[in-house]
């Protein structure tokens, strides 16, 4: 909103009774633009007053009784950055002044050198000024993002276009060894431990190697969804019963708590199975034995602010639209913070020791994206991961 | 009698083990063409009963042979079995293993598995 043509709520932040004083007055001979006036005389007290009320523009004197200097705006403008900062300081300190500048402060004015219609102007240039840095900063952001997306395809762009050469000349040799170890099995007739303990060794070897060929060829393929109307309880019912021995062997509870009424949705069952396999797995790996994981379903007609489901992106969710959720949550350790951000992209792995491949999850999110839909993973206050799921229902999907 | 199974595929060292294994199964006349160009008179001169191959090779695309394959009176009813490295067996596009209607092995695969295949599509014509 237009803060110059609104009423404003401005703080007076002075430890001279009399600075204040010409300030109340001459703020006063506009009133009719004033909504709040506070005066205080500390910079504790000015923090409490920013707290406590949602203020336009602060008016600040440097030199407080308990700051001095820079310090008092740096410390004021680094807790509330969002307010716009006049600073007024003592006469002849005109470095002072143009200093604060490029510290956060968005004018200054010099006490006993300015009018009314001088510190009314000061007020409105800050606001925009703040105004247009917001903008700045905002548009800095997404520009961020943009570009942080961009060499995320392009990573995936060129891990496509090697799949399918590095698949062609891995597959047919491993299919030469598996041929070849089969027939020497069959042949050789042994009941040499020794040497069945090389066949099986060898078998293993190429079937490891197989399944990170198969992974980055799935990883590449244009996923070629086939949509169905699915009852998505029913399909992650089926994932956790494919995986139950998983479960088992080490002694995870697994409590589901699917909303019976959430409407079908149209997806892909194999594909939406596969990403449902990866969570799933990736939360029996995090859990310590007789850790716990939780499924759930829920589902949510969207509201302006997209809130009831956090991190949706605006470009592809909108008001009014109803989305399925499933949250995948565990009770493991959580993931570092640092690695959050990495999870997604291809390669990255932190199970190469058990042969991860850092596909699953990328994979995972091209297979969501196919289908409009998103997927989100985060630390749950209190410990443990969550995963969720969201798809839009189909009405929306045009 | 035995079943004539034609393997056209590019890599040798691959065509030299599969055929190993067919034949000590007894089960198989085997007759391997490394080179697709000569496929069509390699198959006019041996008459398969199955023919067994590779999508991608050098000389020319599996597809476009075994379209080949199909339009001639000679082996329209000769079944065509695939086998290709660039599958990981669950491939969306190629759908549930099958590819212009033929069965797809994905390289490697258990001779088991392979020889289940092999079986199931010679009995349906012969």
Same mark, same amino acid.
């Given at each position: 909103?237009?803060?110059?043509?609104?009423?404003?709520?401005?703080?007076?932040?002075?430890?001279?009774?009399?600075?204040?004083?010409? !300030?109340?007055?001459?703020?006063?001979?506009?009133?009719?633009?004033?909504? !709040?006036?506070?005066?205080?005389?500390?910079?504790?007290?000015?923090?409490?007053?920013?707290?406590?009320?949602?203020?336009?523009?602060?008016?600040?004197? &440097?030199?407080?009784?308990?700051?001095?200097?820079?310090?008092?705006?740096?410390?004021?403008?680094?807790?509330?950055?969002?307010?716009?900062? =006049?600073?007024?300081?003592?006469?002849?300190?005109?470095?002072?002044?143009?200093?604060?500048?490029?510290?956060?402060?968005?004018?200054? %004015?010099?006490?006993?050198?300015?009018?009314?219609?001088?510190?009314?102007?000061?007020?409105?240039?800050?606001?925009?000024?703040?105004?247009?840095?917001?903008? !700045?900063?905002?548009?800095?952001?997404?520009?961020?993002?943009?570009?942080?997306?961009?060499?995320?395809?392009?990573?995936?762009?060129?891990?496509?276009?090697?799949?399918?050469?590095?698949?062609?000349?891995?597959?047919?040799? !491993?299919?030469?060894?598996?041929?070849?170890?089969?027939?020497?099995?069959?042949?050789?007739?042994?009941?040499?431990?020794?040497?069945?303990?090389?066949?099986?060794?060898?078998?293993?070897?190429?079937?490891?190697?197989?399944?990170?060929?198969?992974?980055?060829?799935?990883?590449?393929?244009?996923?070629?969804?086939?949509?169905?109307?699915?009852?998505?309880?029913?399909?992650?019912?089926?994932?956790?019963?494919?995986?139950?021995?998983?479960?088992?062997?080490?002694?995870? =509870?697994? &409590?589901?708590?699917?909303?019976?009424?959430?409407?079908?949705?149209?997806?892909?069952?194999?594909?939406?199975?596969?990403?449902?396999?990866?969570?799933?797995?990736?939360?029996?790996?995090?859990?310590?034995?007789?850790?716990?994981?939780?499924?759930?379903?829920?589902?949510?007609?969207?509201?302006?602010?997209?809130?009831?489901?956090?991190? &949706?992106?605006?470009?592809?969710?909108? %008001?009014?639209?109803?989305?399925?959720?499933?949250? =995948?949550?565990?009770?493991?350790?959580?993931?570092?913070?640092?690695?959050?951000?990495?999870?997604?992209?291809?390669?990255?792995?932190?199970?190469?020791?058990?042969?991860?491949?850092? %596909?699953?999850?990328?994979?995972?999110?091209?297979?969501?994206?196919?289908?409009?839909?998103?997927?989100?993973?985060?630390?749950?206050?209190?410990?443990?991961?969550?995963?969720? &799921?969201?798809?839009?229902?189909?009405?929306?999907?045009? | 009698?035995?079943?004539?199974?034609?393997? @056209?595929?590019?890599?040798?060292?691959?065509?030299?083990?599969?055929?190993?294994?067919?034949?000590? @199964?007894?089960?198989?006349?085997?007759?391997?063409?490394?080179?697709?160009?000569?496929? @069509?008179?390699?198959?006019?001169?041996?008459?398969?009963?199955?023919?067994?191959?590779?999508?991608?090779?050098?000389?020319?695309?599996?597809?476009?042979?075994?379209?080949?394959?199909?339009?001639?009176?000679?082996?329209?009813?000769?079944?065509?079995?695939?086998?290709?490295?660039?599958?990981?067996?669950?491939?969306?596009?190629?759908?549930?293993?099958?590819?212009?209607?033929?069965?797809?092995?994905?390289?490697?695969?258990?001779?088991?598995?392979?020889?289940?295949?092999?079986?199931?599509?010679?009995?349906?014509?012969?």
């Amino acid at each position: 909103m237009d803060k110059n043509s609104q009423a404003l709520k401005v703080l007076i932040v002075e430890d001279s009774q009399i600075d204040r004083r010409i !300030l109340e007055s001459m703020l006063s001979e506009s009133a009719k633009t004033l909504k !709040l006036l506070k005066s205080v005389d500390t910079l504790a007290g000015a923090m409490k007053l920013l707290g406590e009320h949602d203020f336009d523009v602060v008016i600040l004197d &440097l030199n407080l009784p308990d700051s001095e200097g820079e310090d008092t705006l740096v410390r004021l403008s680094s807790k509330y950055p969002d307010v716009a900062i =006049v600073i007024n300081t003592g006469a002849y300190e005109d470095e002072v002044g143009l200093h604060t500048l490029g510290a956060g402060a968005q004018d200054f %004015l010099m006490k006993g050198k300015y009018t009314a219609y001088v510190l009314n102007k000061a007020i409105h240039y800050a606001l925009e000024r703040k105004r247009l840095e917001q903008e !700045l900063t905002s548009a800095y952001e997404r520009l961020k993002e943009a570009q942080g997306r961009l060499v995320q395809m392009e990573k995936m762009r060129v891990v496509g276009a090697l799949a399918s050469g590095v698949a062609h000349e891995v597959k047919n040799p !491993l299919a030469t060894i598996l041929y070849g170890i089969t027939y020497l099995r069959d042949q050789a007739q042994t009941s040499d431990e020794k040497v069945q303990m090389v066949l099986v060794n060898i078998k293993e070897a190429i079937d490891k190697a197989n399944n990170i060929v198969n992974d980055l060829l799935d990883f590449s393929a244009t996923p070629k969804v086939d949509r169905r109307r699915e009852d998505l309880n029913r399909i992650i019912e089926k994932t956790l019963s494919l995986i139950n021995h998983e479960f088992e062997k080490k002694h995870i =509870v697994v &409590l589901k708590r699917l909303d019976q009424a959430v409407p079908m949705v149209e997806i892909d069952k194999n594909r939406v199975e596969q990403v449902l396999l990866n969570l799933t797995l990736n939360a029996v790996q995090a859990v310590a034995d007789g850790g716990r994981i939780e499924v759930k379903t829920h589902w949510h007609t969207l509201s302006d602010d997209l809130s009831e489901v956090p991190h &949706l992106p605006r470009d592809k969710f909108a %008001l009014g639209q109803t989305v399925v959720v499933c949250d =995948v949550e565990d009770n493991g350790p959580g993931i570092p913070p640092a690695q959050l951000k990495e999870i997604f992209d291809p390669f990255f792995t932190t199970k190469q020791d058990s042969g991860g491949t850092g %596909l699953g999850l990328s994979i995972s999110k091209s297979i969501m994206e196919s289908h409009h839909g998103d997927i989100f993973i985060e630390n749950k206050q209190g410990g443990g991961t969550r995963a969720r &799921l969201v798809f839009p229902l189909a009405s929306s999907l045009i | 009698m035995k079943k004539k199974v034609l393997l @056209i595929d590019d890599e040798r060292a691959f065509t030299e083990m599969l055929r190993l294994n067919l034949e000590a @199964i007894g089960l198989y006349d085997v007759e391997v063409e490394n080179n697709a160009v000569n496929a @069509i008179s390699t198959a006019l001169n041996f008459r398969p009963d199955l023919i067994l191959m590779d999508i991608i090779m050098t000389n020319r695309r599996g597809t476009d042979l075994a379209a080949q394959f199909k339009k001639s009176l000679e082996f329209r009813q000769i079944p065509i079995v695939f086998l290709t490295a660039t599958v990981s067996g669950h491939d969306p596009v190629l759908g549930e293993n099958e590819f212009m209607g033929h069965p797809v092995i994905p390289k490697p695969t258990d001779l088991n598995v392979l020889l289940a295949v092999l079986d199931e599509n010679l009995s349906t014509t012969c």
